[in-house]
């Protein structure tokens, strides 16, 4: 659009438009595969998907849907906004906090410390987005100093939008219709135990039901209007998985050409190799377990595994600062920070994993915990040298 001069505005809101276009028709004639193994040939789909968007230019693909996207987060953040005010003045006393305001000790769940910081995988830190960021977002800026306002944007309105799910799941759940529960009972349902609430799906489930319930309230209690507010949200969280997806895939994609230039392999350097290793240990990972479910193996250490990126991001900022002799200490205390946060979550989760007798996350546990180790024995060799100057300086 931006390329052949046209309104942006006017694009943006018609692309917008044709998008929810989609999700109303859905719900009138909704895509089903028959079959036993429909979720498999979704994620077949999936996986094709995201090899076509990791290997086309960004500008043809991955930013236009990316930007649709961010328009997107507007409109449902707006909607909820509208739905917990509408919520408010229809029905004063209903939506209340149903969420206990403290639970020292919810039944079998881990102690918040260290795990609270290797929980909240896309908060004010996370270490896959900084792949992303210095993989893709770094590449579609328009100069150096616009990262700044990307940058802060972005976590400003993530911290919005982190308030918006806390009141959608602690104050969402109430009466839909007819033969739900509502108040403490249905937040019971979601929340009842560390068990009841483990696992990406039910993560997601509480968030779809609480927003859809507040967006009752602008749109009617209707059972289409429930099947429509409720695809709108589910498509919502859809649609930024996909982003993690494509966006994912093709970070890999870079890590392994660059394994291979490391290994002088002109074979793994190629973008179209490179991408089939990243999409096909995907699909493999998968098929471990019926159902399309072995990628969920490896997610009790996601958490731990993606802030300890994190800390290897905050390592090479602070080693930049100090050749640049600069104010290091800005990323050298959260460095320090998120590196002991995520070795003390490592160690308990080893121990754990020893305990239950996992003997595959075990493994890969104490192999994540041995570059951990590694990473710091480097970071203290380069910010020494860093310091003394061995390093030289850099300009910028």
Same mark, same amino acid.
């Given at each position: 659009?931006?390329?052949r001069?046209?309104n942006?505005?006017? &694009?943006?809101?018609a692309a917008?438009?044709?998008?929810y276009l989609?999700?109303?028709?859905?719900v009138?004639?909704?895509i089903?595969?028959?079959?036993?193994?429909a979720i498999?040939?979704?994620l077949?789909?999936?996986?094709?998907?995201?090899y076509?968007?990791?290997?086309?230019?960004?500008e043809?693909?991955?930013?236009?849907?990316?930007?649709?996207?961010s328009?997107?987060?507007?409109?449902?953040m707006g909607?909820?906004i509208?739905?917990?005010? @509408?919520?408010?003045?229809?029905d004063p006393?209903?939506?209340n906090y149903?969420?206990?305001a403290?639970?020292?000790?919810p039944?079998?769940?881990?102690?918040?410390?260290?795990?609270?910081?290797v929980?909240?995988?896309?908060?004010?830190?996370?270490?896959?987005h900084?792949?992303?960021?210095?993989?893709?977002?770094?590449k579609?800026?328009d100069?150096?100093?616009d990262?700044?306002?990307?940058g802060?944007?972005?976590m400003?309105?993530?911290?919005?939008l982190?308030s918006l799910v806390?009141?959608a799941?602690?104050?969402?759940?109430g009466?839909?219709?007819?033969?739900?529960?509502e @108040?403490?009972?249905?937040?019971?349902t979601?929340?009842?135990? &560390?068990q009841?609430?483990k696992?990406?799906?039910?993560k997601?489930?509480?968030?779809?039901d609480?927003?859809?319930?507040?967006?009752?309230?602008?749109f009617?209690?209707?059972?289409?209007?429930k099947?429509?507010?409720? +695809?709108i949200m589910?498509?919502?969280i859809?649609?930024?998985a996909g982003t993690?997806?494509d966006?994912?895939?093709r970070?890999?994609r870079y890590?392994?050409?660059e394994?291979?230039r490391?290994l002088?392999?002109? /074979?793994?350097m190629n973008?179209h190799?490179a991408?089939?290793?990243?999409?096909g240990s995907a699909?493999a990972?998968?098929?471990?377990?019926? @159902?399309?479910?072995?990628?969920?193996?490896l /997610?009790?250490l996601?958490?731990t595994?993606n802030?300890?990126?994190?800390?290897?991001?905050?390592?090479v900022?602070t080693?930049?600062?100090?050749?640049?002799?600069?104010?290091?200490?800005v +990323?050298?205390?959260?460095?320090?920070f998120?590196?002991i946060m995520?070795? &003390?979550?490592?160690?308990?989760?080893i121990k754990n994993?020893?305990?239950?007798g996992?003997?595959?996350?075990?493994t890969?546990?104490t192999?994540?915990?041995m570059?951990?180790? &590694?990473?710091i024995i480097?970071?203290i060799?380069?910010?020494?040298?860093?310091?003394?100057g061995?390093?030289?300086e850099?300009?910028?």
């Open positions: 659009v931006y390329k001069g046209r942006l505005h006017t &694009w943006s809101w917008l438009g044709l998008m989609t999700v109303v028709i859905g009138f004639m909704p089903t595969i028959p079959g036993q193994h498999e040939i979704w077949v789909i999936l996986l094709i998907y995201s076509i968007a990791s290997t086309l230019p960004v043809t693909l991955l930013q236009p849907r990316d930007y649709i996207n328009h997107e987060l507007l409109v449902a909607l909820i509208l739905g917990a005010i @509408g919520a408010v003045i229809k006393g209903h939506l149903v969420a206990p403290f639970n020292a000790s039944k079998g769940a881990p102690s918040i410390w260290p795990f609270l910081f929980t909240i995988a896309c908060g004010a830190i996370s270490g896959f900084s792949l992303a960021a210095s993989g893709t977002s770094s579609q800026i100069k150096e100093t990262a700044q306002l990307v802060y944007g972005g400003v309105a993530e911290g919005i982190a806390i009141l799941v602690a104050a969402g759940f009466a839909f219709g007819k033969g739900l529960d @108040g403490m009972k249905a937040w019971q979601h929340y009842a135990s &560390w009841t609430a696992g990406l799906g039910a997601i489930s509480a968030f779809v609480g927003s859809s319930n507040m967006l009752a309230y602008i009617g209690h209707s059972k289409f209007v099947s429509l507010v409720t +695809t589910g498509v919502f859809v649609s930024f993690s997806l966006s994912g895939t970070v890999q890590v392994i050409q394994f291979g490391s002088k392999q002109k /074979w793994l973008k190799v991408t089939l290793i990243a999409v699909f990972l998968a098929m471990v377990k019926p @159902g399309g479910k072995g990628a969920l193996i /997610w009790p996601f958490g595994v802030q300890l990126l994190a800390a290897l991001a905050l390592l900022a080693v930049y600062l100090i050749r640049k002799k600069s104010n290091s200490f +990323t050298g205390i959260p460095m320090v998120m590196v995520t070795a &003390w979550a490592m160690v308990l989760n994993f020893a305990k239950t996992n003997v595959l996350l075990f890969i546990g192999i994540v915990f570059l951990m180790v &590694w990473l480097e970071a060799i380069v910010i020494n040298k860093a310091r003394k061995k390093l030289g850099v300009e910028g």
